[in-house]
């Protein structure tokens, strides 16, 4: 079966005055519904597919194959920013299990989150595959 289920990324720390924004298909960009200095946050929908043994992530903030499914969080250039930066910091899906898919499929009030640090070991924007994401069901 397929179902829509809440997505919501946590930036803490961002750099600041350097734009982050997450990807949409190749060029899109989605805003963050709130920011501040502490934190961004972004919240959307993904499509999951569960009718196979692991969830197969689709839909337009999905990207990479099948089994490496992640969502991109671009910075600076790549956020459409005129900037030394141009950074993506890719966001792993592959950690989220079924039994956190049915529990915000099942409850309206509860979101799949994750979160981590804004600002890379270098100083810049966080970049590449961001380690030790942690998926959470908790309420929106």
Avoid at 73 to 99: C, E
Wanted: glycine share 8%.
């Amino acid at each position: 079966m397929k179902f829509q289920i809440p997505i919501r990324i946590k930036v803490l720390d961002p750099l600041p005055n350097v734009a982050m924004l997450v990807q949409r298909g190749k060029d899109e960009l989605l805003p963050p519904n709130s920011k501040s200095a502490e934190q961004l946050v972004f919240d959307f929908e993904l499509t999951v597919d569960t009718t196979e043994t692991r969830p197969n992530f689709l839909g337009k903030y999905a990207q990479g194959p099948k089994v490496e499914r992640f969502v991109y969080v671009n910075s600076g250039t790549y956020a459409d920013q005129h900037s030394i930066w141009g950074r993506r910091a890719k966001i792993s899906l592959m950690t989220i299990t079924g039994d956190q898919i049915q529990a915000v499929v099942t409850n309206d009030s509860a979101v799949l989150q994750t979160e981590f640090n804004g600002v890379g070991r270098d100083g810049g924007p966080m970049c590449a595959s961001v380690k030790g994401i942690e998926w959470k069901v908790v309420k929106k």
